[in-house]
């Protein structure tokens, strides 16, 4: 018999080292580079790939009507992410370039450009050494549908698309307020960006071609061309209304081009649970569990269970539930870390909750290679813990739980026998939610790449955000961003 037939265990080790160094994307963009640029000798080729590094930079395009704002919008995002801004304009105003000479001749007598003329000035500037290393950001590129299809035969694909829209009596109203600076070539506009001073105000002009008529030529034109156009984009076009302050334009596309979009690759989710008592863990865990066949691994019960079993371990556990005081830390971490070794935990995945509490336990999970790649810290306010805890009951006849509001006994009869747990009693809430909020900076400090949610909404909706988490990739994380760095801009 083949052995290679035969299940196989893989060491939970292999997974976790290919999914922290993205090995399967790596590959896969080394395979795609290899098939568009077929060099004659590709091991050189592929060593050069590598040393780039150039794997993650920014390849956007961004797309829109006239006065829809997307050269602001590119020149904030080229800024931000310190990438090269890639324009009609800038492409043939290229210094020693015969191709952009060329260009420069044919745009100055037909005020346009030939679509392979254009492609291949793209292509030339592509090439150089700064667009591969930092990306770029095309402004308004491509126009048509054959100036699309001409990129991608060049294996030039972006990997974000931004299409701002308006209504077309917004732009029009936009481009009529347009006025230009002939001193400086400075933009502005009557409306939504007037200089305070009269002597600039004075020499301001109105730029030719905004017209009306001449605008509402060019927008039926623009979407003419645009229906055509968005079909070689699929999934990754990302629709923006250009109709509201400039600024918050630029931050939804600043959020979209940080999103890295779902791969091939496998993936088996860790996922840890945080939050205070309460704050809904367990319904979240157990959702992930029945929707994705992820193990659901609750520390307190791991160790009730293993009390129960009479282990080696429950007995050293035994004593400190008898105390009521906390168990160690490494007795923890014996009983854990048997559960995540177990065949189910590698293969399917997990989902922990209720460890670790602080920053010293995860720094001992994580020496020992118990790595989430997926962290959500759910966030509830006190008054609505108070709520969720302190009213709940329990049968004693029948040992059936309930909620005094949200699952309130059938009969008055069975009211009045229910009891309420001693941890349920506010006092007890309060030093135990004291307790993770004090831990909790740190632990969020630790796990970097942790999402925060509001707990305090339906579980459901919790749920959906919990979910889109865990199966599309995390987003990248860039340097803040000071308002007063980006001036009001052309809106082209």
């Given at each position: ?12 080790e ?7 160094n ?16 077929q ?11 590598l ?7 920014p390849?956007?395009v961004i ?10 919008i590119?020149m ?17 105003a290229?210094?020693?370039s ?21 492609v ?33 035969t ?7 698309v ?6 077309d ?20 506009h009557t409306?939504?960006?007037?200089p ?5 105000q ?6 030719a ?24 984009y ?7 209304t ?19 979009h779902?791969?091939?690759a496998?993936?088996?989710p ?59 830390s ?41 790595k ?7 966030n ?9 805890l302190t ?18 006994p ?6 009045a026998?229910?009891l309420?747990?001693?941890k ?48 599309n ?13 980006y ?5 082209s």
């Open positions: 018999m083949d052995a290679t037939t035969a299940p196989h265990r893989i060491p939970p292999m997974p976790q080292y290919g999914e922290a993205h090995i399967f994307e790596l590959m896969q963009n080394l395979l795609e580079q290899l098939l568009i640029q060099p004659k000798d590709p091991i050189p080729f592929m060593i050069k790939h040393q780039r590094d150039s794997d993650y930079v390849k956007i797309l829109g009507p006239p006065a829809s704002g997307k050269t602001t590119a904030w995002l080229g800024k931000h992410l310190n990438s090269n801004l890639l324009s009609v304009e800038s492409l043939i290229k210094e020693y015969s191709l952009a000479a060329d260009a420069r001749t044919h745009y100055q007598k037909f005020q346009t450009l030939p679509d392979v003329l254009l291949r000035l793209l292509q030339e500037r592509l090439r150089e050494e700064d667009c591969i290393r930092r990306g770029w950001i095309l402004d308004g590129i491509p126009e048509t549908r054959e100036q699309a299809l001409l990129i991608q060049l294996g030039v694909s972006p990997r974000h931004i299409v701002l829209s308006a209504p009596t917004v732009l029009i109203e936009r481009n009529l307020g347009k006025r230009i600076d002939p001193q400086t070539g400075e933009i502005y409306t939504f960006d007037w305070p001073e009269s002597e600039i004075d020499r301001l002009i109105a730029p071609g905004i017209s009306e008529g001449e605008t509402a030529r060019r927008l039926l034109e623009y979407h003419r061309n645009m229906v055509r156009i968005l079909p070689s699929p999934k990754i076009v990302k629709v923006i250009a109709d509201q302050p400039c600024v918050d334009v630029f931050y939804q596309a600043l959020t979209y081009v940080q999103t890295v779902r791969s091939n496998p993936f088996t860790r996922v840890l649970l945080c939050g205070p008592v309460g704050s809904g863990k367990s319904l979240q865990a157990a959702l992930l569990a029945q929707k994705y066949g992820l193990v659901n691994v609750c520390c307190g019960q791991l160790l009730k269970e293993a009390v129960a079993d009479k282990s080696k371990y429950g007995e050293m556990i035994r004593p400190f539930f008898e105390k009521e005081t906390a168990v160690p490494y007795i923890i971490m014996k009983v854990l870390g048997q559960r995540l070794d177990q065949q189910d935990c590698v293969e399917r995945g997990w989902v922990l909750h209720g460890f670790p509490r602080d920053r010293d336990q995860a720094c001992l999970m994580d020496s020992m290679g118990y989430p790649n997926r962290v959500f810290f759910l509830v306010p006190f008054d609505s813990i108070i709520e969720r009213l709940r009951r329990t049968d004693p006849v029948t040992g059936e739980r309930s909620h005094l509001m949200y699952k309130p059938p009969t008055m009869e069975i009211q026998r229910l309420q747990s001693p349920d009693s506010e006092e007890q809430i309060r030093l135990r939610m004291e307790l993770f909020y004090r831990n909790s900076a740190e632990l969020q400090e630790f796990y970097r790449q942790a999402i925060t949610l509001n707990g305090d909404q339906d579980p459901y909706t919790v749920f959906e955000y919990i979910e889109s988490g865990v199966i990739p995390l987003p990248k994380k860039v340097p803040g961003l000071r308002a007063k760095e001036p009001p801009g052309e809106q």
